[in-house]
């Protein structure tokens, strides 16, 4: 089922995690207690330019270590540290969440066009298919974080001190698991560099969809299929340069008989779209939310079997899986309304 | 019989009580089993029998009984009754033992070892009666990705061009099969029900009859190593071009039609000598190698001002995989793989039943290495070679296929009962047959009706089946392999297949 | 009974309807319910003859497997209110979400402003009694009347716009799905088909346009024509075509 809920600042005003951690647990009937999540955008204002790397290690010595020699090998480390947590009665720790603020080697990257993203994609695909015991990267985009565990939302918005953050884009995720419950990396956002995913719903299309990021060079690690978003927009977005709402067409696109009926041109365009990114087609109920450091997109599957609902209020914009959960954060909104199928709703930062 | 001979295959016979003496039974047997005396009696001769079931299907009373093998050998388990008794034949006659129909040989069916699946309570099935279900299939080549811009004032522009696909309402299509090798109404029925249903057929390598024309926007024409039949009329007539490099009964070998085959008609469509054997060498004798094909598919395209598609099809043999990789970078629009069952008129018996393997493991190798080399989106996978159901169908896109070719199955529904006898010219439904009395026996109005009923049936059991597992369009279950699972497959086939075995 | 206030802040909705319930078995029939925010199942399975007021944004399946009360929400409301209700009436002051009025087989569901996907869904309709009323302000989206087998869905389009969603009655096997304004073939659902609306028709839906209209003050004068679309189940039998035996 799960509950999801994002918020951007258009003017790049920063709010602190307290509202989206009280709008997410009044969607504690979405989830199960198994996996909550937060990702924040601009949280690292002294580390902008390094790429944020949270990990989760099993322990700090053998996976840690490891980790620190590939890292090494194709950057810098400008700062490390242990992410700061406090302990919660209901929440048990599995993992010791750790940060690393890191500047890759960019001439390291022959023959890439973006040769820092790249790197650090390739470090995240290299430590999550288990090369490396113990390790996961759940977090690797500049000037964000995701923080995300087992538990119910108050409880890992507490254990990371959420509150404590400020940002400018936030994403949050209530988790009712199907597929690997209780696995910290299975909570949401999922993320990679600048992209963070939220999810609601269960993609049918799954394994036509991994097949084809696979095949350009991802690998799913995750045993879930939301992993499969993040690749997709990063491979649309940052690699064939598709506009957002492109990106979302090419997900959830009109249906063929629409198709049939529109302009020459529009036509042309849709019908390109969905011969060539037939295999990025997501099928099945899903409710997503996407971000990335200039805005963030929501929208759902072609025939609306999952919720969402979107509001503003001046300079903000909220989307979510319920009006309440919007409400909890911010009592004024105004516009609050449903997007149709396949529609995206898109949030840019005004510059 | 003459002494000395094998024990009959098939025996005839008929309840005398129910018998009318109507003589359907005698005018119906093109094969001379049955034969009127002057007492009205009619005489039995079951050894001419095939087993081709027209006597048994027009006989008013249910009176006539088929048993097959009524005489028993002394059992053994490597000394099968066929292997002694082609040993027999081929002593006598020394000469290649010739079979119709497919393999013959009880391989596994992968495809009866391969289950679906469906949703329950995380995603909700679709009815595909109620919501849209896009069954809509493009076979061609598509680009890597597409190079769109927002301009300035907001609008979108696509600066990528497509390159020519067939749109097909089903992914389901019929498969070659020659105007010679079956006759003109077989074919004729075939045309207008792929006409009927907005699929395609091949041609085959006999050309295209003027009385196919009006159908012509729905047909494949076949360029095959005999080129029967092949002008620049002929490449432009068809919504696409096959280049035929073999042929999942007989791969490697090349075919012929016997002569006596080779009628006026069938010879002016061929664009052959009437009366010799038409014979189709087994390469083309411009490929020896990959980067020929290369030079032939261009060759087609040039000819017809790169308008039309151009697909290449190869039996699925051990390295099916490299080939069709290979087939993929020769701007070539499909790579057509027929697997080891895959239907003809005639075949020598030791190639149908024991060269190749089977469409599934070629489908998922195929599709896999496609993928793995980053070219999947270069060619269609068009999958065809024992096709028998709707299931069949689900199962060949989950596995990577894009569309299927079915013949046998389309035969079928047209009267043929898979007796294998077709390189006889005999045949008594009128399909695998140029005898103008039998021909006739074939209403192209009626059998195309049935051959459409067929179609429609399966696509409408493939949405129900997409429906049940959740999708509505058919992109999302081409290569989607884990809505697949395999039932007491060995580890080794599930690994080519990259399906998790059934509770994984 | 003096009308009973109950403060929802912070309560789940097991309380709620505990509360809710206890009034009602008291003889309450006039309970004001302020501060709602998300709480799903108001009224689930209620029964008896009360008003309540919802002040706030209720969360999904209000009013579900009702039978008699009537619920008027001062809000907007999430999916499915009217989820397989029995018998009463939902008013919502606002707009719904997905699969408003789910399965519905008695009782009215007025709904001011807008509704979203699959409204109506498999609404039915039994014996003389049990006939489901559901009448939307503005907008409804696509699959309206999906699966429909009973009573009438009416949408009024209020704000001019005319019915822009595909699906429309898809699998209808029963009922009506009146719209404002015109509709195309193509928008129309497998198994649906449009017939002319007329003065009869006017007739009948006239008592239900006149109550909406009255619930939301707006003059009905302009709604009482036969400027509608009438969209019918082209077979009550469906599937009766789909099937060859063994």
Redesign the interface.
């Known amino acids: 089922m799960c509950g999801i809920i994002g918020v951007i600042d258009r003017q790049k005003q920063k709010m602190n995690g307290s509202g989206i951690k009280e709008a997410l647990s009044l969607m504690n009937e979405r989830g199960s207690g198994e996996g909550a999540g937060y990702a924040a955008y601009g949280i690292y204002p002294d580390f902008e330019d390094c790429y944020a790397l949270h990990i989760f290690f099993d322990n700090l010595v053998e996976p840690k270590s490891k980790v620190d020699d590939i890292i090494q090998k194709w950057g810098r480390v400008v700062h490390q540290e242990e992410i700061p947590t406090k302990e919660q009665t209901n929440l048990k720790r599995s993992h010791v969440p750790w940060r690393y603020f890191f500047k890759p080697y960019t001439d390291l990257m022959t023959g890439s066009l973006t040769p820092g993203e790249d790197i650090v994609k390739r470090l995240v695909m290299e430590i999550n298919s288990s090369t490396i015991e113990g390790a996961l990267v759940f977090s690797s985009g500049k000037n964000m974080g995701v923080f995300k565990a087992a538990g119910w939302p108050e409880d890992v918005a507490n254990f990371y001190k959420i509150e404590e953050y400020e940002g400018y884009i936030w994403l949050a995720h209530n988790r009712y698991p199907t597929n690997t419950p209780g696995w910290w990396g299975g909570a949401h956002p999922f993320n990679l560099l600048d992209w963070s995913v939220v999810h609601n719903g269960e993609i049918t299309s799954y394994g036509t969809n991994q097949r084809y990021v696979e095949s350009n060079g991802y690998q799913c690690t995750m045993y879930t299929d939301t992993e499969v978003v993040a690749y997709l927009f990063d491979l649309l977005g940052r690699h064939h340069k598709l506009p957002s709402e492109i990106i979302v067409k090419a997900m959830a696109p009109p249906f063929w008989d629409e198709i049939d009926e529109m302009e020459e041109k529009e036509r042309e365009l849709n019908k390109a779209i969905r011969l060539t990114y037939g295999p990025a087609l997501m099928n099945g109920p899903f409710a997503i939310v996407v971000a990335t450091h200039d805005g963030i997109v929501g929208f759902t599957d072609r025939i609306k079997l999952r919720p969402l609902v979107v509001g503003e209020h001046g300079s903000r914009l909220y989307i979510s899986s319920e009006e309440a959960a919007i409400r909890t954060m911010d009592p004024q909104v105004e516009d609050i309304h449903m997007p149709g199928a396949g529609e995206p709703v898109i949030g840019r930062v005004v510059t | 019989m003459s002494l000395g001979s094998v024990p009959l295959k098939y025996r005839i016979q008929i309840d005398r009580q129910q018998c009318m003496q109507c003589m359907r039974c005698v005018d119906n047997c093109s094969y001379g089993v049955f034969r009127e005396e002057d007492d009205g009696n009619i005489l039995i001769d079951s050894r001419k029998c095939t087993a081709c079931h027209r006597c048994i299907s027009m006989c008013p009373r249910d009176a006539i009984n088929l048993s097959e093998r009524p005489v028993d050998y002394r059992s053994h388990p490597l000394w099968t009754p066929e292997a002694r008794e082609d040993v027999i034949n081929q002593s006598r006659s020394g000469r290649i033992v010739l079979a119709g129909m497919g393999n013959a040989k009880d391989y596994p069916i992968i495809y009866d070892r391969l289950v679906l699946d469906a949703c329950q309570v995380t995603n909700p099935s679709i009815d595909p009666l109620r919501e849209p279900m896009e069954l809509r299939t493009y076979l061609g080549q598509k680009p890597s990705k597409l190079d769109i811009r927002k301009q300035e004032n907001g609008e979108i522009e696509l600066n990528t061009k497509l390159s020519p696909n067939l749109e097909l309402q089903t992914p389901i299509m019929i498969g070659h099969m020659s105007y010679g090798a079956i006759s003109l109404n077989a074919q004729l029925s075939l045309a207008k029900a792929a006409a009927k249903t907005d699929t395609y057929m091949g041609t085959g390598e006999g050309g295209l009859h003027k009385d196919i024309y009006p159908y012509q926007d729905n047909m494949i024409v076949q360029v095959a190593s005999g080129r029967f039949g092949v002008d620049i009329n002929y490449l432009e007539r068809g919504a696409a071009i096959e280049i035929k490099i073999g042929q999942g009964a007989k791969p490697g070998i090349g075919g012929h039609l016997p002569g006596e085959k080779v009628c006026t008609d069938v010879s002016c469509t061929r664009m052959i000598p009437a009366g010799s054997d038409a014979i189709s060498p087994a390469p083309h004798h411009d490929i020896y190698s990959i980067e020929d094909l290369a030079q032939l598919v261009r060759g087609l395209k040039e000819a017809t001002e790169w308008k039309k598609p151009v697909f290449v099809k190869i039996a699925a043999v051990h390295n099916v995989a490299a080939v069709a990789a290979g087939i993929a970078r020769s701007s070539a629009d499909a790579v057509v793989i027929d697997g080891f069952r895959g239907g003809t008129g005639a075949s020598p018996k030791v190639f149908r039943d024991n060269v190749g393997i089977p469409i599934e493991a070629a489908i998922a190798s195929v599709d896999q290495k496609l993928n793995d080399q980053g070219i999947r989106n270069k060619v269609s996978v068009i999958a065809s070679g024992g096709i028998r159901n709707s299931a069949d169908v689900a199962k060949s896109i989950a596995l990577g296929a894009d569309a299927v070719y079915i013949g046998t199955a389309a035969l079928i529904s047209m009267g043929c009962r898979v007796c294998g006898n077709c390189y006889r010219g005999l045949c008594p439904w009128g399909i695998a047959t140029q005898r103008e009395d039998l021909v006739s026996r074939l209403d192209p109005e009626v059998e195309s009706e049935h051959v459409a009923n067929l179609i429609n049936s399966w696509t409408l059991e493939l949405s129900e089946l997409m429906g049940a597992a959740g999708i509505n369009s058919i992109e999302s279950l081409r290569g989607n392999r884990s809505r697949l699972r395999g039932y007491m497959l060995d580890e080794g086939t599930l690994d080519v297949l990259q399906v998790k075995p059934v509770g994984a | 009974m003096e009308p009973v206030r109950i403060d929802a802040r912070g309560l789940h909705y097991t309380p709620l309807n505990q509360q809710i319930r206890r009034a009602v078995s008291e003889g309450a029939t006039e309970i004001s319910v302020d501060n709602v925010?998300?709480q799903?199942f108001i009224a689930d399975g209620l029964k008896g003859e009360v008003t309540i007021r919802i002040n706030g944004?209720p969360?999904g399946d209000l009013g579900m497997f009702m039978n008699g009360p009537t619920c008027i929400v001062k809000g907007?409301c999430?999916?499915a209110p009217g989820n397989t209700m029995d018998n009463g009436k939902i008013v919502i002051h606002g707009?719904a979400?997905?699969a408003v009025a789910h399965s519905m087989r008695g009782g009215k569901v007025f709904v001011r402003d807008?509704i979203?996907?699959?409204g109506g869904i498999h609404m039915k309709e039994y014996g003389e009694e049990h006939k489901p009323i559901l009448v939307v302000g503005d907008n409804a989206?696509?699959?309206l009347g999906?699966?429909m087998a009973g009573g009438i869905i009416i949408v009024l389009s209020k704000s001019g716009n005319t019915f822009g969603g595909?699906?429309v009655g898809?699998?209808i096997h029963g009922g009506e799905i009146i719209l404002r304004g015109k509709l195309k073939e193509?928008q129309l659902?497998?198994?649906a088909r449009i017939t002319e609306f007329t003065e009869e028709d006017l007739e009948k839906i006239n008592p239900y346009i006149e109550e909406f209209c009255e619930y939301f003050e707006i003059d009905p004068e302009k709604y009482l024509d036969t400027k509608y679309t009438k969209v019918v189940a082209s077979s009550s039998r469906?599937?009766a075509g789909?099937y060859?035996w063994e």
């Open positions: 925010l998300g799903r944004v969360g907007n999430d999916h707009s979400g997905d807008d979203g996907y699959r989206c696509s699959f999906e699966y595909r699906g898809s699998g193509r659902g497998v198994g469906p599937f789909k060859v």
